[in-house]
């Protein structure tokens, strides 16, 4: 009998013990889970964004995600395939062109269809562009990037012209002749069609070109490892992928530290020897990436005044798609879609800001709205947040006038310095957080640090950000939503890979497309910046950004017609 009792008080002892075991090694467990550490990029789905967030795994990884794994609806799968559809480019014939065989733009040259012809403002002006050859041969197929715009120098007036590509080596541009006088016309070539065709090659198979790392530490120890939207190779990674959006983000995981020790985001870098010899000919500076194209006639037009003034071009409802959208005139922009009120005074400026609450959502381009509007209204003050320069957060106060204006970066991918991890926001998940109401004003700009990647990438950036602003519109109606597109920028061979203009415009046309149809009105960038005299500039010089300002006070406080 007491035999027995020993048995059993020793049998209860040893559950008891592996009972302890089990819970200190769940525990353990629970005390991990905040790494989301897998073994392998997962492709979060819309419709399942927590899905293996929290697993490790040793399966086999592609080199790089693979995009075209998104679940998508049927809508959205539509929609993807109609916009990757709207921008596809012309190709070269199959095989590789010789250098001497590629676009030439000082053989090249344009012509005015109807020279001597009788132009006045309202007209149309056609331009024949026809390229060729280092040989001087005609080309005799397209896909060659142009720009082009018309402009009167002593006006310091400026628009720009719509691109028809022939798919033989010509070009057609057409201009909308807005104002009276000489205006002359100008062509340039941005890059080849044979350069084009190397940049989509980077696009589509390099997305790591320009990578990210972030800092992890605990005390006085420290980690630093590589991070993308995604990551070759078998190392373990930490899944950073955003638990509301489902946007992708992973680091390589620290050897010694957990995920959850990340205290900061960078830019990395850019990688170099992206280029074959013969492909580096492609990109040289004073021989084919934006030069002029000159005219082997004339490249001028005297433009008479119309009889009368027809405003009827204003009462058009707002299209994105609209070219030209404006144009300048004596350094003003006026759009053709909408009533500009040109703010020259900081009074007028506090008195539409009165009352408001502006948020500022976006990449440097858009943080020049907060420093210009900081800068020139007087009561404005910038409260000192700790933040570091040029990456934010930033809040402006006027107490006074009860103004308050806000600027926030979006979430990764972000080129900026160095971000606290804790700042790392997406702007759907910050449009979510709004209330909204007739006294706020939402801005977003999302364009510059997508460059490098596929267009899918930046879809479904896009439509999480859609998806939010039509819930805020629908919660609050009277909230403005202002979107400012892409801008062009100086390019040179190096830039040019990571942040050409055809990258910009590329996904500025799938913006415009996804955001026509919903109430949100656009500051047009691109052309304010493509139609002005001054050189182009990643950060354009503040007559521009004045014009942008102007257009966005404007849908604030609009003229009373």
Not at 70 to 76: I, N, V
Not at 225 to 252: I, Q
Not at 295 to 322: N, R, Y
Not at 529 to 537: D, E, R, V
């Amino acid at each position: 009998m007491w035999r027995d009792s020993l048995r059993l008080q020793i049998f209860c002892l040893l559950m008891a013990v592996l009972a302890v075991v089990v819970l200190v090694h769940n525990f353990f467990q629970l005390e991990h889970l905040d790494d989301d550490t897998v073994s392998g990029s997962n492709w979060i789905t819309e419709n399942n964004v927590q899905h293996s967030l929290s697993q490790t795994t040793k399966t086999t990884r592609k080199p790089y995600c693979s995009y075209k794994q998104q679940t998508l609806s049927k809508r959205e799968q539509v929609e993807q395939e109609s916009l990757l559809a709207e921008i596809l480019w012309p190709k070269p014939p199959e095989g590789n062109v010789a250098f001497a065989e590629s676009t030439d733009p000082a053989h090249s040259d344009f012509v005015i269809v109807k020279p001597s012809g009788f132009f006045k403002v309202g007209d149309e002006l056609e331009v024949l562009v026809r390229v060729r050859d280092f040989q001087g041969k005609p080309k005799q197929y397209g896909g060659d990037y142009l720009q082009a715009r018309i402009h009167s120098p002593l006006l310091k007036a400026g628009a720009t012209g719509r691109i028809v590509d022939c798919l033989n080596g010509l070009y057609k541009v057409f201009f909308t002749l807005l104002w009276p006088g000489e205006v002359k016309i100008s062509v340039t070539l941005v890059h080849p069609s044979e350069a084009v065709q190397v940049l989509l090659r980077l696009r589509e198979e390099r997305p790591d070109r320009v990578y990210f790392k972030s800092t992890f530490k605990s005390g006085r120890y420290s980690e630093t490892t590589e991070c993308n939207v995604c990551l070759s190779g078998d190392l373990p990674v930490c899944n950073f992928t955003d638990l509301y959006t489902g946007e992708p983000w992973f680091c390589y995981k620290p050897r010694k530290l957990s995920c959850a020790s990340r205290i900061s985001h960078a830019k990395g870098g850019y990688q170099k020897g992206l280029l074959t010899k013969e492909e580096s000919l492609l990109f040289q500076s004073d021989v084919n990436i934006k030069r002029p194209i000159l005219s082997s006639g004339p490249d001028t037009v005297i433009v008479k005044p119309k009889a009368f003034t027809d405003s009827s071009s204003m009462d058009k409802a707002e299209d994105p798609t609209v070219s030209p959208s404006g144009y300048y005139y004596e350094d003003q922009w006026n759009s053709r879609t909408h009533w500009i009120h040109h703010f020259n005074k900081s009074d007028d400026i506090t008195k539409c800001l009165q009352g408001k609450v502006i948020h500022l959502f976006g990449d440097s381009t858009i943080r020049q709205w907060f420093e210009y509007l900081t800068a020139f209204v007087p009561d404005l003050v910038e409260f000192n947040l700790g933040s570091p320069k040029n990456v934010g957060p930033f809040m402006s106060v006027d107490l006074k006038h009860s103004i308050l204006l806000k600027f926030r970066c979006h979430g990764p991918p972000i080129r900026f310095s160095t971000v606290f991890s804790s700042e790392l926001r997406y702007i759907a998940n910050e449009l979510n957080g709004i209330v909204g109401g007739r006294n706020t004003v939402v801005a977003i700009t999302i364009w510059s640090h997508f460059s490098t990647f596929p267009v899918e990438v930046y879809i479904r950036r896009l439509r999480n950000i859609r998806r939010s602003i039509i819930q805020l519109l629908d919660r609050s109606p009277k909230t403005l939503i202002v979107i400012r597109t892409a801008n062009v920028q100086e390019l040179g061979p190096e830039v040019s890979l990571f942040n050409s203009d055809w990258y910009s415009f590329q996904l500025d046309s799938v913006m415009r497309k996804m955001f026509s149809g919903i109430a949100v009105h656009f500051v047009d960038a691109w052309e304010m910046s493509l139609a002005h005299y001054l050189p182009h500039n990643l950060h354009p010089k503040e007559v521009i950004v004045k014009n942008q300002i102007d257009a966005l006070l404007s849908y604030m406080c609009p003229l009373q017609t």
